[in-house]
T-cell receptor
């Protein structure tokens, strides 16, 4: 499967615990995005990377949320001290941006469903 | 701030009829407008997109129109089929920033 992959697909945790999710983008894609989706809503943008540079993180929901993409390939999203309100689907997407004009199409992964008890 | 409004929230049509979903965006810097289809429990799938240098784009039974002056864009599905039933999301973004702002979604039900 050469699409975007995410791991784990489901995560159940207790309030106060830390969780980390992984996203592997399509191999030639240099942009990687994180979104959060709650039931009945559209994906909500959190942050994105171009290669290893995090270009926008203003939408990260609080300082408990952080993301990394250390080598410009896979990315991780960490939530510290989880709260019940963090329960949601966390989606990753990737795209290819070129100097000749960005190929804006974003391809989504299957998501990680987080349940905080 | 950046915002995308999508209407209607639910839409029910008979098989073979047309369906239209409308979106309005607030950020005048937006120049890329994709539409995604999301079936229950699955990832969003891109079905069609349009860039700000064109007013209309068509792909078989699906078409999208863009009015940049009014900051409106719409999805048109003709000859609907039961397999078109899903949640549809519009989004607005910029090639510079890459991020997409999504609408709230439209649940489309096509009755056989």
């Amino acid at each position: 499967d050469t699409g975007v992959s995410q791991d784990p697909r489901h995560k159940i945790t207790k309030r106060g615990q830390n969780v980390t999710f992984r996203c592997d983008p399509i191999s030639e894609h240099n942009r990687l995005y994180w979104y959060r989706q709650t039931l009945g809503q559209g994906p909500e943008f959190l942050t994105y990377f171009q290669n290893e540079a995090q270009l926008e993180k203003s939408r990260l929901l609080s300082d408990r949320f952080s993301a990394e993409r250390p080598k410009g390939s896979f990315s991780t999203l960490e939530i510290q001290r989880t709260e019940q309100g963090d329960s949601a689907m966390y989606l990753c997407a990737s795209s290819l941006a070129t100097s000749g004009g960005a190929k804006d199409e974003q391809f989504f992964g299957p998501g990680t469903r987080l349940t905080v008890l | 701030g950046e915002n995308v409004e999508q209407h209607p929230s639910t839409l029910s049509v008979q098989e073979g009829d047309s369906a239209v979903i409308k979106c309005t965006y607030s950020d005048s810097a937006s120049n890329y407008f994709p539409w995604y289809k999301q079936e229950l429990g699955k990832r969003p799938q891109l079905i069609i997109d349009i860039r700000s240098n064109v007013g209309e784009k068509k792909d078989q039974r699906i078409a999208v129109t863009l009015n940049k002056t009014a900051k409106h864009f719409s999805l048109h599905i003709t000859e609907t089929q039961p397999e078109d039933s899903a949640v549809y999301f519009c989004a607005a973004g910029s090639s510079n920033t890459g991020k997409l702002i999504f609408g709230q979604g439209t649940t489309l039900q096509v009755k056989p």
